[in-house]
């Protein structure tokens, strides 16, 4: 842990020549060969050995080495899980997932949390390269093998989140990279990023940051992946990885390019790096390049996402937002967020109690209608009380009024948490600059969203119309239970369920006894008063969204009863024809004095040479069976059978 701690490699130098000479004159030959092999990865690190990653040099062959250690293993394993570090620094995969491995096998002779952590990290990493090009028949092995790795470091970092939690991060991003989720990948490493700068881990905020960078760079994020490029440069240089900064050159010079020679760490730029510009001139272009980006677009979302983008590369700031004004009512609100749901966006009020938006900060430029330039919130007196800032270390703040003719349209706020002054003059202008295209697109954006909500709104009620017509089209209007036609079409679709799931269905056919004498005896209106009375019966009789009952037509119901034998249906049809019974409706023509109903019931479990409509002919000849022995009764047929009939 001493190497990630240090904040540069020499630190840990002394510290480890001193620790091999005492070990072999100790005679601790065990411990000696230990600090030997991290001496191998400081001198790596530093450049001082055969080639990038390698530990090799003039009195030290790696080969060699690893065949005279025998019985030390715990040399063994740190030379494995050491050379795995180096290849992750130095983006060598396939060292990589050579020695992870090899580390992996050889954990239980490391003691402590934090080594074997290491490789536990590590392994992950190599993991997560090995699913990129894996073969589909492989991938649901190496995705058990990384949970592993990834759910051991998190329950490290539960209890030491100091130590592992921007690790866990690390891992989240490379398994998204590996699965194509770059948004999930882009915000992992945001996360750990700024978990390891809060931790002060040299090593591994390097190793983020490059990776983020590099992430950027292979999804064609150049304005984006420039400047983390730059910044895990720094990073490294600070640390003293003088290798890994070789590398870098050799590898990203193009990106690199807007660095002076000073912080490439040599006087002159080769000539191949640079591209001949002065970085006033890159910047300009810059600009001009970002203004007419935004000119293009036209939906909100994509221009929030736009700036964001552009004004984190031109000034280094590591969030962006913007603060609409509704130029109807006057009130700020935070623009909603594309794939978040919401459609209104947030009051700010409400962001600043989520602690989404440094609401003194915000409230400062509206009252001054000044841009406001804050070397370090956390130790203003203005700001450092702001729920916002809470726990955070160092936070450079930047915000600009955006108007329009005098008026007020929006404010762009910029911060960077990485270091307290963070936004130069400079940088201020190319802010500026880039303010009064902001407006124009703005205007253009927040028109165009005006009118796809008024097409969103005006869909909305059109398939809302649609909906009422279609539940009117399937409902019978006097009862209120869905009609014939829609009885038939559900007939269909239950069948078709039964026969797939070879379970039964029954049908109840049901009759309102002498309604004909009924209407005649009292009316039409009381009959309508009626069946809307043996309607609600039926509908309270029924499973709710699992039955289907309907107005069959004149005094005829219907009901589907999906999943029911026929001994199930007919205690079904007996509660409803009780039921019916104790309404007490009078009817003076019925030889019973009281409305009444019959029923007829059939029950079958669907087979291929079976159609829906034999159903629906078996449950009507029941029906008319009960009729014909007398009316106020069920009866039943199953599988063509008549099973049962019961009288009142």
Not at 120 to 129: D, E, F, H, I, K
Not at 437 to 444: I, K, T
Not at 527 to 550: E, F, N, T
Request: charged letters at 20%; one cysteine or more; proline letters at 2%.
């Amino acid at each position: 842990m001493v190497l990630e701690i240090a904040p540069i490699i020499e630190h840990c130098e002394a510290e480890t020549d001193l620790a091999v000479a005492y070990g072999m004159r100790t005679g601790n030959h065990q411990s000696g060969a230990t600090y030997i092999v991290f001496r191998q990865l400081l001198r790596a690190l530093r450049g001082q050995t055969e080639s990038p990653g390698s530990f090799s040099d003039g009195v030290f062959d790696e080969a060699r080495r690893l065949a005279t250690l025998g019985a030390n293993r715990k040399a063994e394993a740190y030379l494995h899980t050491y050379r795995a570090l180096t290849a992750a620094l130095f983006d060598d995969g396939a060292a990589l997932i050579r020695h992870a491995a090899a580390a992996m096998a050889l954990r239980g002779h490391l003691e402590g949390f934090y080594p074997i952590a290491l490789i536990y990290m590590l392994q992950g990493l190599a993991v997560a390269r090995r699913l990129r090009g894996a073969a589909a028949s492989e991938q649901a092995a190496l995705r058990s093998e990384f949970d592993a790795c990834r759910t051991w470091l998190a329950q490290r970092a539960a209890d030491a989140p100091g130590n592992y939690s921007h690790l866990v991060r690390l891992l989240d991003a490379e398994i998204a990279c590996a699965n194509g989720d770059y948004c999930a990948a882009q915000c992992a490493f945001e996360a750990g990023i700024t978990l390891v700068h809060r931790v002060r881990r040299p090593c591994h905020q390097a190793l983020l940051t490059e990776r983020a960078a590099l992430l950027h760079l292979e999804q064609g994020l150049r304005i984006t992946g420039q400047p983390l490029m730059v910044a895990a440069y720094r990073l490294y240089k600070e640390w003293g990885a003088e290798a890994k900064l070789r590398q870098m050159q050799e590898r990203h010079g193009a990106e690199l390019a807007t660095m002076s020679g000073t912080e490439l760490g040599r006087d002159d730029r080769s000539a191949g790096s640079s591209s001949g510009l002065i970085s006033d001139t890159i910047d300009l272009l810059g600009i001009l390049r970002a203004s007419q980006a935004l000119r293009f677009k036209t939906v909100l979302d994509r221009l929030h996402a736009r700036v964001k983008e552009t004004l984190g590369a031109l000034t280094g700031a590591t969030n962006v937002q913007i603060v609409l004004c509704d130029q109807e009512s006057g009130a700020w609100y935070l623009p909603p967020v594309s794939g978040a749901g919401a459609t209104d966006g947030m009051s700010v009020d409400q962001a600043g109690q989520q602690r989404m938006l440094p609401l003194s900060a915000f409230h400062c430029v509206q009252r001054t209608g000044e841009i406001l330039f804050v070397e370090d919130a956390t130790r203003d007196d203005r700001f450092a009380r702001d729920a916002y800032f809470a726990g955070v270390d160092c936070c450079s703040l930047l915000s600009v009024p955006i108007r329009k003719q005098g008026v007020s349209r929006a404010m762009l706020l910029l911060e960077n948490r990485l270091s307290p002054g963070a936004f130069s003059a400079e940088r201020l202008d190319a802010v500026s600059l880039i303010a009064g295209q902001l407006a124009v697109s703005l205007d253009n954006a927040l028109m165009n969203a005006s009118l796809e909500k008024t097409v969103v709104e005006r869909t909305r009620e059109l398939w809302e119309a649609n909906q009422r017509l279609e539940v009117l089209s399937n409902t019978d209007a006097l009862t209120g239970l869905v009609n014939r036609r829609h009885f038939i079409e559900a007939l269909h679709r239950e069948w078709a369920r039964a026969l797939r799931s070879a379970t039964w269905i029954a049908i109840a056919m049901i009759d309102v006894d002498h309604f004909k004498k009924y209407n005649d005896h009292y009316g039409h209106l009381a009959g309508d008063v009626c069946l809307r009375q043996v309607a609600a019966v039926l509908h309270s009789s029924a499973r709710q969204h699992v039955d289907i009952a309907a107005r069959y037509g004149g005094e005829e119901f219907a009901v589907i009863m999906p999943g029911v034998d026929v001994d199930m249906a007919r205690l079904v049809a007996e509660r409803v024809r009780a039921a019916v019974n104790r309404l007490g409706v009078p009817h003076a023509q019925s030889n019973f004095g009281l409305a009444s109903v019959s029923i007829g019931i059939a029950a079958v479990m669907p087979s291929g040479d079976m159609v829906a409509e034999e159903l629906l002919y078996r449950a009507d000849g029941a029906l008319y069976h009960a009729k014909r022995n007398g009316r106020d009764r069920v009866s039943a047929i199953a599988a063509g059978r008549l099973v049962v009939a019961a009288t009142s």
